[in-house]
């Protein structure tokens, strides 16, 4: 599975797309924990001191922020599908 990440977060996994070797039927929520397996450096940047995402970091499963998917982060996801993850953002 090909996941492109965005901004602050390119350096952190070394670039701009970057495939997971993914058992199928994973979910939004399990790719974050495979995400943090391999970058370690990303749990600061994408999790909270609970362990839950922060509201601020985006995930879009085929242009759609799994937020606001029926299943929200436990929505399946297929090797075929394209993943977005955003950091928090700001301009003027």
């Given at each position: ?24 039927g994973?979910t ?65």
């Amino acid at each position: 599975m090909k996941v492109n990440f965005y901004a602050t977060y390119r350096p952190i996994v070394g670039g701009k797309t970057i495939d997971f070797d993914v058992d199928h039927g994973l979910t939004v929520h399990q790719l974050v924990e495979a995400i943090i397996a391999r970058f370690p450096a990303m749990r600061r940047e994408m999790l909270d001191e609970h362990g839950q995402i922060y509201s601020h970091v985006h995930i879009f499963v085929n242009g759609r922020d799994a937020c606001y998917l029926d299943h929200g982060m436990e929505t399946v996801i297929q090797a075929e599908d394209t993943l977005n993850i955003f950091p928090p953002v700001g301009g003027g």
